[in-house]
């Protein structure tokens, strides 16, 4: 079974310095990645995804986040963040099953934007 | 992509009684998934739904107590029936428009409160 680590519950950072959310993930096969975000009171927001190709995907909002396949890791970078950034986001692996897919979601981490 | 809502936005219900969730999609779409999010956690995939059909639960999940709906490709519910306090979550609905290995969109959610 497929499973996402994110080791960091919560990152502060300043408005305008850079960013980089880690995660990790446990797949026997090629995945499926994605990052979402969730606002507060809002449902979740596509950021970017992965599926074959580059390992380097630009997602919105300047978002960007790199494949790396001997490290089993998916981490998200932006170079500037924004106070508007300040939200939940979600690392998840999709795993294909008989015709069927699964999402399974990291634990999230909450990223706080100081000015 | 697609454009999807969700009712009510929130409740709050007594234990004991049963909630039933609507999710309605803008387009048609292959599949239709319904999850939990507990206070301060991640999502937990509950069950897809299938059209026509009976919904497929994952582990820990059963249909007595999650009844799911799927009449049409644009249509799902999700009942939470007998609520206990443990209940309380957000219960995001979501879609894969055009099958396995296409992006999962998410609905706003549902904020169910049970006292």
């Known amino acids: 079974a497929q499973s996402v680590t994110q080791p960091d519950i919560h990152i502060t950072v300043s408005e305008g310095a850079s960013l980089e959310l880690r995660c990790n993930y446990s797949y026997g096969a090629t995945p499926y990645l994605f990052w979402y975000v969730q606002s507060p009171g809002q449902g979740l927001q596509l950021l970017l995804k992965y599926f074959s190709g580059d390992t380097l995907v630009q997602g919105i909002k300047g978002f960007e986040a790199e494949f790396k396949r001997s490290q089993s890791s998916f981490n998200l970078r932006k170079p500037s963040v924004h106070w508007s950034d300040a939200a939940e986001y979600f690392c998840a692996v999709g795993a294909r099953s008989g015709g069927n897919e699964k999402l399974t979601f990291g634990t999230g981490t909450r990223l706080t934007i100081i000015p | 992509s697609a454009v999807i809502s969700q009712k009510p936005s929130r409740d709050i219900c007594q234990r004991g009684t049963s909630l039933t969730i609507q999710c309605q999609v803008d387009?048609?779409?292959?599949?239709m998934f319904w999850y939990r999010q507990q206070p301060g956690q991640s999502l937990t995939l509950i069950a897809t739904a299938n059209q026509g059909s009976e919904a497929t639960y994952e582990s820990g999940f059963v249909i007595d107590k999650f009844p799911i709906s799927r009449p049409n490709l644009t249509f799902s519910t999700l009942t939470v029936s007998n609520m206990s306090p443990e209940d309380s979550s957000i219960y995001l609905c979501?879609?894969?428009?055009?099958?396995?290995?296409?992006?999962?969109?998410f609905g706003p959610g549902t904020r169910l409160t049970v006292l």
């Open positions: 387009s048609q779409v292959t599949m």
């Open positions: 979501s879609v894969l428009p055009r099958g396995p290995g296409d992006t999962q969109y």
